[in-house]
């Protein structure tokens, strides 16, 4: 029992770690995946008995990304563009948009037919790995940028109005995540913390917001509001 709540640790541990990763280091960290042999391999892989693909790439609602080179600050994680209504996410990289479904039956029948043993054995394992941590990672981003999107929807809309921001808090947007999104991945406010330390996006006018000033306390909005009249004062 005891040796099972070590491994528990060791995982939550693990996980809390990825999700700090600065952005730079997690773009080397699926770039490192997507040139590996065996994902190459896995992912051009199709049975052609079962007519189905090892690895399918699945985007999120709603989003999109850079696939070249991104020339936006290296903490800028994506841009929230808003047109007739609808809030895309456009990530820094498209693989931030992506979630990587393996098909386990296939991947079985591709194991046997490799009869992998030893070091490639490893690979697989340590690939599958990999493959769990970007998906966890997308996932929660996703959800929590979203759930930031529906609370400060008027904010994303006015430019820049410290009116449109309103008063949140991480446990607000826990429990919206969780209530909408029944995955059984659950987001607690230590991970939203994580995510978005050091990270900020891009709004529809192009400027750029530390992401943990869109969770603003009630004294917050006030300083933001009395500097905003102070600003407005000394121009005229």
Not at 9 to 29: A, G, Q, W
Request: charged share 30%; hydrophobic share 40%; glycine share 4%.
């Amino acid at each position: 029992m005891k040796d099972i709540d070590h491994k528990l640790l060791v995982k939550k541990i693990i996980l809390s770690r990825f999700l700090e990763m600065p952005l730079e280091k997690y773009e080397n960290y699926i770039e490192s995946l997507k040139i590996s042999l065996f994902f190459r391999k896995l992912y051009n892989c199709k049975c052609i008995k079962h007519n189905e693909m090892i690895i399918k790439i699945i985007n999120f609602p709603k989003t999109t990304g850079n696939s070249g080179e991104c020339n936006w600050p290296k903490n800028v994680l994506a841009e929230v563009m808003v047109s007739k209504g609808r809030y895309l996410i456009n990530y820094r990289n498209e693989w931030f948009s992506k979630k990587i479904v393996v098909n386990q039956s296939g991947l079985n029948r591709f194991l046997e037919n490799e009869k992998l043993i030893g070091r490639k054995e490893t690979s697989i394992k340590d690939l599958l790995t990999k493959i769990r941590l970007i998906n966890i990672r997308n996932s929660i981003t996703y959800k929590i940028l979203r759930g930031i999107i529906y609370f400060q929807k008027d904010f994303f809309i006015n430019r820049d109005d410290p009116y449109s921001l309103k008063i949140l808090s991480f446990l607000n947007v826990s429990k919206w995540v969780n209530d909408n999104f029944k995955d059984g991945l659950c987001i607690d406010i230590s991970r939203i913390s994580r995510v978005i330390n050091a990270k900020s996006i891009i709004n529809k006018y192009g400027h750029e917001i530390e992401l943990k000033k869109l969770f603003p306390s009630s004294r917050d909005i006030k300083k933001n509001i009395l500097k905003r009249s102070f600003t407005w004062n000394v121009q005229i």
